[in-house]
């Protein structure tokens, strides 16, 4: 398992947050809402404040890759339910435990199952996923392997999706990935309060080649 190293940027509280980071942070609506309201409650959730508060450092970069995070996340062709999928999906072979966390709440939201999100290590060919869900699975598999939809999977896929539903499946891997990058290299913590992933699951991620 990974031994957690020191943050190599300490994340910015949001009292520290200026008119241009608010501005840039504003990107992304929805997440900015969700900080700022938890963190002026007494019992908030202190979930994605330290992502945020790394964006912080860096308003021009916040602004263009929050814009196109907003996009992916939210207004993309895809359903809630298959953005999640994808997301913990790439978030667990990324070996990237603050996405992964953030992802089974949210995917439980979007109307996962418990049993669905505890399948999601094991993969495509795991037994109990609907073909249509298997293949979602893959598709981050697949870009995560090779930068490419494999075309048996491309076609099992254009036979029910739009052409900009799956653009919007490339982009959205895309996007986590660069997010899982980040966290990951930026060394950022998990919010104090947040339970970590449970200890066996987290060996078994950063197991995995």
């Not at 993969?123 to 249509?132: H, L, M, R, Y």
Request: with cysteine; charged share 25%; glycine share 6%.
């Amino acid at each position: 398992m990974a031994t957690e190293q020191p943050a190599r940027l300490a994340p910015l509280e949001p009292p520290q947050w200026n008119d241009e980071i608010l501005e840039a942070l504003g990107a992304f609506p929805r997440g900015l809402q969700f900080v700022q309201t938890q963190f002026e409650s007494e019992d908030g959730d202190p979930r994605g404040r330290n992502v945020l508060g790394c964006f912080a450092h860096y308003p021009e970069l916040a602004r263009a890759f929050l814009t196109f995070n907003n996009h992916v996340a939210t207004g993309s062709t895809l359903s809630a339910r298959e953005r999640e999928l994808l997301i913990l999906r790439i978030g667990w072979l990324r070996k990237a435990e603050y996405e992964y966390l953030q992802h089974v709440i949210l995917g439980l939201r979007a109307g996962l199952t418990e049993a669905e999100v505890a399948r999601i290590p094991d993969g495509p060919d795991a037994s109990g996923w609907s073909a249509e869900d298997a293949d979602l699975v893959r598709v981050a598999d697949e870009l995560y392997a090779n930068a490419c939809i494999a075309q048996d999977t491309w076609q099992r896929l254009a036979a029910r999706y739009s052409e900009k539903q799956m653009m919007d499946m490339i982009f959205l891997v895309g996007c986590y990935e660069t997010v899982a990058m980040m966290m990951k290299s930026l060394a950022i913590p998990l919010e104090e309060g947040v339970p970590p992933l449970d200890a066996e699951l987290l060996e078994r991620m950063h197991a995995q080649r």
